[in-house]
């Protein structure tokens, strides 16, 4: 703002005269410079100007090098200007110049693989506020755990699809080559990304909360406990949308307490963007429960690409129990 604020304060103290600006390219990679000079220039103050694009210019000389913001602004190409602070006498020299930014780092959603089948696409795209005519190529660096939608190979989104689990972190990489013609000017720039294809592996439990009801209309209790999706490195997986489907099978009752009693999730459960999720063991009924009440249910989480897909992982097996005043979860270490 003060810039601007000078800017405007000196056209308003002086007469203007045109200065041609030259520049050593019209199209600049992202973080990149770019020299510019200006006309008659020589050992006089200027202000430069980039329009808010976020680049950084060296000095406040005629000749000045100009380095190009870390990503495209949304006024593409950028419309540079200058304009002398403090003529010694007549007009104040001023003068614009536009340059295309080109390039930009890569965002990649998270890539995730199913045991028994490949998990969804998932997009890899460009940096955005290019310019029309910028071509696109995307190419394979290292890795085989991936592969390219063929039809994306010149668009500045990529989707691809997993085709198994990597075996080590950041194994695979792809790169996008950007390119831009501007009239006998062609210019090309170049961004990675380091990709790794997960699992769903494990489960972890984070919290519980547990809140009892002594009647006199109810009596059990709800058991609120929070797991975390952990991938085959044993670390949390932040993927959102993962579905967890369960499979109960009782192996104790001692009350034959009836299955209305209990409220067992239908659907199954999806994942937040920490990839977790909420599980609620609840018993509830109109009388109280007896002191040797021991339900006792074997428990199979498996993790899938969609609810209606049969693509699937198990993720952890546990022995769920049932007493009078609360409920336990313990893992099972018998093979998934």
Not at 70 to 76: E, T
Not at 119 to 135: D, E, F, H, S
């Amino acid at each position: 703002m003060k810039g601007c604020a000078l800017l405007a304060a000196v056209l308003f103290a002086y007469n203007l005269s045109a200065a041609e600006i030259k520049a050593s390219a019209g199209i600049v990679a992202v973080n990149s410079p770019v020299e510019l000079s200006v006309e008659g220039g020589e050992g006089k103050t200027f202000i430069w100007n980039d329009s808010g694009a976020g680049g950084v210019f060296d000095s406040a000389s005629g000749k000045v090098k100009w380095t190009a913001p870390a990503k495209a602004p949304d006024n593409n190409p950028v419309l540079i200007t200058f304009m002398e602070k403090e003529p010694a006498q007549g007009a104040a020299l001023s003068g614009k110049i536009s340059l295309a930014v080109l390039g930009g780092e890569l965002t990649a959603q998270p890539l995730v693989y199913y045991c028994d089948g490949p998990g969804p696409l998932r997009a890899v795209k460009g940096a955005a506020n290019q310019l029309k005519n910028v071509k696109y190529q995307w190419a394979k660096v290292k890795g085989d755990d991936l592969a390219f939608t063929n039809e994306d190979l010149g668009k500045r989104e990529m989707r691809i699809k997993a085709l198994k689990t990597s075996s080590l972190e950041s194994n695979n990489e792809i790169k996008l080559t950007y390119s831009l013609q501007l009239g006998s000017e062609i210019k090309s720039a170049e961004a990675a990304v380091n990709l790794t294809v997960y699992r769903p592996a494990a489960l972890e439990e984070v919290s519980r909360k547990l809140k009892q009801n002594f009647g006199p209309d109810v009596y059990g209790y709800e058991q609120e406990i929070v797991f975390q999706v952990l991938d085959q490195f044993g670390k949390p997986l932040k993927v959102e949308g993962i579905h967890i489907d369960e499979a109960l099978r009782q192996t104790k009752n001692t009350a034959n307490m009836p299955p209305e009693h209990f409220r067992f999730p239908l659907n199954g459960f999806n994942t937040d963007v920490y990839g977790r999720f909420v599980y609620n063991m609840t018993v509830s009924r109109s009388a109280p429960l007896p002191d040797d009440f021991e339900v006792i249910l074997k428990q199979i989480f498996r993790a899938k690409t969609t609810e209606k897909e049969s693509n699937e992982s198990i993720i952890r097996i546990n022995e769920v129990t049932y007493k009078k005043e609360s409920g336990d979860i313990k893992e099972l270490t018998e093979q998934k």
